[in-house]
Each structure stands twice: as structure tokens, then as C-alpha cells.
């Protein structure tokens, strides 16, 4: 069983439209949940990190679920720019990130 | 926050040679920076996790004396494809942090021709 696992997607919404992003995890030991944005052929870059309490970042919602093992990320108000493949990220003993496969989002105008 | 830098950013060589990649915390000092491989669509996979003054950590199924790592001081990790085959294209990342949601390079970009 994947560490991590995502819908890969892919995701084509309108301008403006919300979406919903799920991932799973296996170890119940994580500790540190994030959801990066990666743009093609560039590295990721954090876009935010995921707390048990929840936390919102403008458009964008974060939330975890530690009973079902699992994190979401919502995005409001979708705009073109956001268009991008969105990675759950998760945090082993080690200190290492275990990443899903991506979820790949289209803003179509 | 935490920068890494990573270079180059790509780099075209021949079947047999070697490539360095490396990887520099420039306001940090990375006791730990991990390496990651990602073949096109599809996700970062850990190939290794690279530790200041001891032996790196490879994960299953990776190959420690194709993919050499150095870690030698606080400030500088390097991974050397040593004999590259096309196989070994692929993009290649290093990460490192002092606090959550760690920092990636810019990524290199190896095609072996």
C-alpha cells in the first residue's frame, strides 16, 4: 500500500468554481501533513501546511482528519493561476516526505 | 526561510559518463537533505536521504553504488549518477529544512543520451 495516495485527476473546473482535493495516508504515526503546488517541470513549492484544528489561507482550506487518515485541501473562487498539480504531503518518523501522486487541476476560463 | 540550491539545472551527457548534482543550503545548515527522482506524471520519489559525516540512506530498491551521495559539510550535499544510462533520465530534487514544510531546489533536469 502507497504512503500517500491521491486522486490523480484530472480536475477542470470554471473560473470561480470550488474544489475539493482528498489524499489518504497509511502510517497513523505521521506527524506533519503539507499540500504543495508544482507547476510543470518546475519543484514544488509548499503551499501550505495542514493542522489538526484546520486552517484557511485566503482562498484556500486546509483540513485533516487523523480518525480516517485522511487531508483535504479546498479552493475557493478558482482563478486561471491556479492551475497546477497539487501534492499531499506527508511526514514520516524520519523525518522524510512521502508525496502522492498529484492531483492535476485546470482553470479553464 | 530555508533556500536550497541546486545545480545544474539541467544537463544532456552520454551513455557511461558520470553526472554531479549539487545541492547547497544557503541560509541554513542541513544536517539532513533528502534526494527525490520524478519520471514524467509522476510523483517524487525518495531515492535517498543524505546525512552530514555519516552514510546516506537509501531507500528500497535504489542502487548506493550507482547513486553516490556526499554530504561532507552543513551547507553542501552532492548526488553523482555514476555510469548513466537513458533509464537514468529523469528529474532529479533535493530538499532540506529546519522547520516544517521543507525547501526543494530548482530540480535537475538529466537526459542521457
Known amino acids: 500500500r502507497k504512503e500517500v495516495e491521491q486522486d490523480p485527476g484530472p480536475f477542470n473546473v470554471p473560473e470561480g468554481a470550488t474544489v475539493a482535493f482528498n489524499c489518504t495516508y497509511s502510517?497513523?504515526?505521521?506527524?506533519?501533513f503539507f499540500w504543495y503546488r508544482q507547476d510543470c517541470r518546475k519543484e514544488p513549492k509548499l503551499l501550505m501546511s495542514v493542522y489538526s484544528s484546520g486552517n484557511e489561507d485566503g482562498r484556500f482550506t486546509a483540513q485533516l482528519n487523523r480518525a480516517s487518515q485522511y487531508i483535504s485541501l479546498l479552493i475557493r473562487d478558482s482563478k486561471l493561476s491556479d492551475s497546477a498539480t497539487y501534492l499531499c504531503?506527508?511526514?514520516?518518523?524520519?523525518?522524510?516526505?512521502?508525496f502522492g501522486t498529484g492531483t492535476r487541476l485546470t482553470v479553464i476560463p | 526561510g530555508a533556500v536550497v540550491s541546486q545545480h545544474p539545472s539541467r544537463v544532456i551527457c552520454k551513455s557511461g559518463t558520470s553526472v554531479k548534482i549539487e545541492c547547497r543550503s544557503l541560509?541554513?545548515?542541513?544536517?539532513?537533505m533528502f534526494w527525490y527522482r520524478q519520471f514524467p506524471k509522476q510523483s517524487l520519489m525518495l531515492m535517498a536521504t543524505s546525512n552530514e559525516g555519516s552514510k546516506a540512506t537509501y531507500e528500497q530498491g535504489v542502487e548506493k553504488d550507482k547513486f553516490l551521495i556526499n554530504h561532507a559539510s552543513l551547507t553542501l550535499s552532492t548526488l553523482t549518477v555514476t555510469s548513466a544510462h537513458p533509464e537514468d533520465s529523469s528529474f532529479y530534487i533535493c530538499?532540506?529544512?529546519?522547520?516544517?514544510?521543507?525547501?526543494f531546489g530548482s530540480g535537475t533536469r538529466l537526459t542521457v543520451v
Open positions: 530538499s532540506g529544512g529546519v522547520e516544517e514544510g521543507y525547501t
Open positions: 502510517n497513523s504515526a505521521s506527524q506533519s
Open positions: 504531503v506527508v511526514r514520516g518518523g524520519a523525518n522524510n516526505l512521502f
Open positions: 541560509d541554513f545548515q542541513a544536517t539532513t
